[in-house]
């Protein structure tokens, strides 16, 4: 069963770093996109960012462009996404995804989600 389950979240000051964990189960990561995403309280679910794991390539958002880095661990089957100089609009519940076959980059073709993990930026 396709799994993945999300987290590292908590409270954090504006300007601190956090880095959430994206960990699967039932497939491996290397051949799939995984993509990041975000639902801020009264709001719609965002994309954050996308990683093709099997060759590197990113995406991002526009408004954590150069603050959020997504990479991955295959060893661990784990997809990261480093989140620096925290802002008090990134506060939301993040979710991992992923698009098993690559069918539409950046990650707007998904397949199983996980379960969210609330991050929550104090100004």
């Known amino acids: 069963e396709v799994q993945l389950q999300a987290f590292g979240g908590g409270l954090v000051q504006a300007g601190g770093s956090l880095r959430l964990s994206c960990a699967a189960s039932g497939f491996t990561v290397d051949d799939t996109d995984i993509g990041w995403f975000r639902q801020a309280p009264g709001k719609e679910r965002e994309g954050v960012g996308c990683?093709?794991?099997?060759?590197?390539?990113?995406y991002y958002k526009g408004s954590v462009k150069g603050r959020f880095t997504i990479s991955n661990d295959n060893a661990k089957n784990t997809v990261y996404l480093q989140m620096n100089s925290l802002k008090p609009e990134d506060t939301a519940v993040y979710y991992c995804?992923?698009?098993?076959?690559?069918?539409?980059?950046?990650?707007?073709?998904?397949?199983?989600w996980g379960q969210g993990t609330l991050v929550t930026v104090s100004s």
């Open positions: 990683i093709s794991v099997s060759d590197g390539r990113t």
């Open positions: 995804a992923v698009d098993l076959y690559g069918g539409s980059w950046p990650c707007n073709a998904l397949d199983a």
